[in-house]
């Protein structure tokens, strides 16, 4: 029963272009939505977050977009820079427990 | 501050040996968590521990899997005897608290290969 999907695998852009990565849920009892980046070899680290009952929250170069009817969420990343390649992690916090996405792996190409 | 620390790094085992994991919290951190990566899926939680008390271990496989977290500082994570499918990425994560929201901060890992 996956509870947090994220369907495409990988996803290639051009440097200074937008990056959109996308997750969908099922749950609709989770109470934040979370992206975590992982580099090769390393752990997770949080990136941003947003409560279920905002729909926007912005942090410098990234964005996290909220669509409660729809069970969707989606990470803006402008512009894009060849450090942000990287996997990005979706998860969703219930009773303080995290459920993860499989990961979408950004490729930023110079 | 010092981040969470994991060893070993890496890890080779032939199935049905044992293999132990340590890790070491954000000093502070009452809460930690063994998350079990498996190649092309996101982490999946074994267990959590709050301070040296077990909160969920609904996911861990008990016949073979254990854990523990003595004096509520560091924790070990067992696998005995390891199976082919245990071939993972072993994360541990520690956060301050348990509950609503709280970000949780996780170490690089142990890879493990059953072969």
């Known amino acids: 029963d996956q509870q947090v999907k994220q369907n495409s695998p990988s996803l290639s852009v051009q440097e200074g272009r937008i990056s959109i990565l996308n997750c969908d849920y099922t749950?609709?009892?989770?109470?934040?939505f979370l992206w975590y980046k992982k580099y090769p070899a390393e752990g997770p680290t949080f990136l941003i977050s947003?409560?279920?009952?905002?729909d926007k929250n912005e942090d410098g170069r990234f964005t996290v977009f909220l669509n409660k009817s729809a069970k969707h969420l989606s990470l803006h990343i402008v512009p894009s820079q060849p450090g942000d390649s990287a996997v990005y992690f979706c998860a969703a916090i219930k009773w303080g427990q995290l459920t993860f996405g499989s990961g979408t792996q950004l490729t930023v190409l110079p | 501050e010092a981040g969470v620390a994991q060893s070993p790094r890496y890890k080779i085992i032939e199935k049905r040996q044992s293999v132990a994991f340590w890790c070491n919290p954000i000093?502070?951190?009452?809460?930690l968590y063994w998350y079990q990566q498996i190649l092309g899926q996101g982490p999946k939680l074994l267990i959590q521990f709050q301070n040296n008390g077990v909160v969920d271990d609904s996911q861990l496989p008990k016949d073979r899997f254990s854990a523990e977290r003595l004096k509520g500082v560091d924790s070990t994570l067992k696998i005995q005897p390891a199976k082919l499918e245990d071939s993972a990425v072993y994360l541990c994560?520690?956060?301050?608290?348990?509950?609503?929201?709280?970000?949780?901060?996780f170490g690089p890992g142990t890879r493990l290969t059953v072969l």
């Open positions: 947003i409560s279920s009952i905002k």
């Open positions: 749950n609709s009892m989770f109470d934040y």
């Open positions: 994560a520690s956060s301050e608290l348990a509950g609503f929201y709280n970000e949780q901060f």
């Open positions: 000093s502070g951190h009452a809460t």
